[in-house]
């Protein structure tokens, strides 16, 4: 006989069992009832016992009606007292640990049955309308069992219930339990709508993480947000809820935008187009007004989708946009744009076509703008520049398209000794992407060589080498000094332009300080280009060869040239405006303090350039007469004030003086830069990816607006949301 087991083991099946025994039995003739009793003679520890489907009958013999029989093999301990597996672990029933944990469990059958007391007392059945947990009891005592009864839904409305009977027993009465669970629901909704407050300001992709943040807020211990699931589909995680909750938030945050507008005794709209992620023309739109509180705002309105770019199809969306909105557009009085032709085209542009309506708006091109195509466009009439500027481009694409090539860079810069630095794109549509790549490549530039010539001998890089080849000459080195005398102080005047409240005074004073900054140049060249000869005797050990010839032919046919036309393309592109230079008569800093009434034709002059503009506002003789009074009011109490505040002043001043108020309050909305359409482009562009690019125009304006302009989550009011959400609610169940 084989060594016997020392655990239990359960062995099912005719075939194993016969054979096993044969084996154990002392005679072939003896009954199996006796090979069972002479195998318990024989050990102690062995038992074998009849599968379920086993009966005796009347004789004693035991007859199955199933040949497969089921050995069980036990153990003995000290005591001689018979342990099975499972009095090892547990025996088979009812945990009392699962009684405290589920009060609402009741046992039944000894212990082989449970029922649900809250579901019973409820009459909460499934939606299958099976009766077990209430009329028949579950026979699977498990712990998974329980746990999964608890998470329906059938039982979660049973738990809802026994709550408001608690509450009512509590003496606070029914109508207090129904308050008290609405209490609750609003919580959780409230909740709810923080949550996808908190994605969409984030920019993070609400459709598919709105349901795990929930989750997630449920295993932190906020607890409330089970009150949203309300039975069967209804837990406020659907698509079509989560637009419409999306879309009170941004109403919401819209609405006072809108009323400040329409309430603005002026505004100007901002419009420029881009393409997104899509494929798709997107025209944005901001509004720039005065608030209640005399403060100027700039805001986002929203995005509208172009099917072309035409000046009609333009105009026509524009139109609508505002139509929709019912902003009044008798109040618009000035647009700022691009200047692309298609915008302030003569005749039919859309400033032209605005134009035909409201002769008294003003167009105003972007001045960072201006600056961006005065600055690309001195290249135009240098052939070297321009081969200069797609080599940048290219020694970018070149180390952007390879992480072997980077690599090798970054090995190089290490060795060394140099800065890490990474190649930068240059674009002319970013207006400081200039300067940063040039100030990339000189400072790394000997690396730069090393690394192309490097790339050029080892993997026979045809690019590399004629990239080497342009690198190492005179021309490219001396550009790059060149450059880095000249862009930073143009990338500060773009920075200066890009604000958003930039006082339209310091325009012209601002470039005439930048021109005469770049004529000194040519007469006395910066620190880098006079470094320059020492930078290229740096050099001749990567090849890179030292003539004087070359650097005085590079100042005549190259360095003068282009300096020359940044100073006139500076003037070129900022033409006095009429209407800009006849509003800085309210500027303080230009009256004479002892005699306000110096150069008085000057002011005369302005006043009527005003007054033919906006005839609507008032006659010269009216503007004249105002005007006595306040420049004196200016000389006293604004000298200390900077042009904008003196203008928020003479706003507020509507009651005695009524045209000049009006005319403060134009200049005040009049939008000299759109550096804030290009903002809500980055926006779109974190918005609407490659992975969200079926957003629909709605939905993304919803985002959209969140992301901009949407408040701290503390200051906003989710209870107003709560209440508009309940009415649509009650008005789709009214329809229905």
């Not at 992480?403 to 800065?419: D, F, H, N, Q, Y």
């Not at 309050?665 to 809500?680: F, H, K, N, W, Y």
Request: aromatic share 6%; charged share 25%; net charge neutral.
């Amino acid at each position: 006989m084989s060594k016997q087991p020392s655990k239990k083991r359960r062995i099912t099946g005719p075939t194993f069992l016969t054979s096993w025994l044969e084996k154990s039995t002392p005679s072939s003739n003896c009954s199996q009832t006796d090979h069972e009793n002479h195998h318990l003679e024989q050990s102690p520890e062995l038992e074998i016992q009849p599968s379920p489907e086993c009966t005796e009958s009347q004789d004693g013999q035991t007859e199955t009606s199933n040949p497969t029989r089921t050995l069980t093999i036990v153990s003995m301990n000290s005591e001689n007292t018979i342990i099975t597996k499972d009095q090892k672990k547990r025996k088979t029933g009812v945990d009392k640990k699962w009684l405290i944990k589920f009060p609402w469990l009741k046992t039944v059958n000894d212990g082989f049955g449970l029922l649900c007391n809250l579901c019973i007392t409820f009459n909460k059945k499934p939606m299958n309308g099976s009766l077990i947990w209430t009329s028949k009891p579950c026979i699977t005592v498990t712990l998974e069992s329980i746990s999964k009864h608890a998470k329906s839904d059938a039982h979660k409305e049973a738990e809802q219930l026994e709550a408001q009977r608690i509450l009512s027993g509590n003496g606070q009465g029914l109508v207090q339990a129904v308050a008290a669970q609405a209490s609750m629901e609003k919580t959780a909704l409230i909740g709810a709508f923080r949550s996808l407050y908190w994605l969409a300001s984030e920019e993070i992709p609400h459709t598919t993480k709105y349901s795990s943040l929930l989750g997630y807020a449920k295993r932190m211990g906020c607890s409330y947000l089970n009150h949203l699931q309300k039975g069967g589909n209804a837990n406020y995680e659907s698509q079509r809820t989560l637009q419409e909750m999306l879309h009170i938030i941004a109403e919401q945050i819209a609405a006072p935008i809108l009323q400040d507008i329409c309430n603005s005794r002026y505004y100007s709209i901002l419009i420029d187009e881009t393409t997104d992620i899509a494929v798709i023309k997107q025209m944005t739109i901001l509004a720039r007004y005065i608030t209640e509180n005399n403060q100027v705002k700039t805001s986002f309105l929203g995005m509208v989708e172009l099917p072309d770019g035409k000046a009609e199809t333009i105009m026509n969306a524009l139109e609508k946009f505002l139509n929709e909105l019912q902003l009044p557009t008798e109040h618009l009085i000035g647009l700022g744009s691009d200047g692309a032709s298609v915008m302030v085209g003569r005749k039919s542009g859309v400033a032209a076509r605005l134009k035909q309506r409201n002769p008294e708006l003003v167009n105003v091109h972007c001045i960072a703008h201006r600056l961006a195509l005065a600055a690309a466009q001195a290249t135009d009439n240098i052939p070297y520049l321009k081969k200069f500027k797609d080599l940048l481009q290219q020694i970018f694409k070149f180390y952007q398209n390879s992480a072997v090539r980077m690599s090798g860079l970054k090995e190089i810069e290490t060795i060394l000794g140099g800065p890490q630095l990474k190649m930068k794109e240059v674009l002319d549509t970013r207006w400081l992407s200039h300067d940063r790549a040039v100030t990339a490549i000189r400072e790394c530039l000997p690396a730069l060589i090393a690394s192309l010539e490097r790339e050029a001998s080892e993997r026979s890089d045809a690019t590399a080498a004629g990239l080497a080849m342009f690198v190492k000459t005179t021309k490219f080195v001396a550009s790059i000094h060149m450059m880095s005398d000249i862009l930073p102080h143009l990338a500060r005047l773009s920075k200066t332009f890009q604000k958003t409240d930039i006082d339209f005074t310091l325009i012209e004073t601002l470039v005439s300080a930048t021109q005469i900054t770049i004529t000194k140049l040519i007469e006395q060249p910066g620190h880098y280009m006079q470094s320059l000869p020492t930078c290229l005797d740096s050099l001749s050990e990567y090849g890179v060869r030292l003539r004087q010839s070359d650097i005085d032919n590079f100042k005549r046919d190259i360095y003068q040239p282009y300096l020359e036309n940044v100073i006139q393309n500076l003037h070129d592109r900022f033409p006095d405006n009429p209407v800009l230079d006849a509003l800085s008569v309210m500027d303080p800093d230009l009256l004479n303090a002892e005699d306000p009434s110096l150069n008085e034709w000057v002011q005369h002059i302005k006043l009527k350039t005003l007054a033919k503009h906006f005839k609507s506002v008032g006659s010269e003789i009216e503007v004249l007469e105002e005007w006595e009074t306040l420049r004196t009011l200016l000389v006293k109490e604004c000298k200390d004030m900077t042009f904008r505040k003196t203008m928020n002043k003479v706003a507020s001043l509507g009651t005695l003086y009524p045209c000049l108020s009006k005319y403060a309050a134009i200049g005040l909305v009049l939008p000299v830069s759109t550096a804030d359409c290009e903002r809500c482009f980055s926006c779109l562009n974190r918005v609407k990816t490659c992975l969200r690019n079926r957003l629909c125009q709605k939905v993304l304006n919803c985002l959209m607006h969140i992301s901009i302009e949407g408040p701290k989550e503390e200051a906003f009011d989710f209870d107003k949301c709560v209440v508009t959400f309940g009415k649509l609610k009650q008005r789709k169940i009214s329809t229905k």
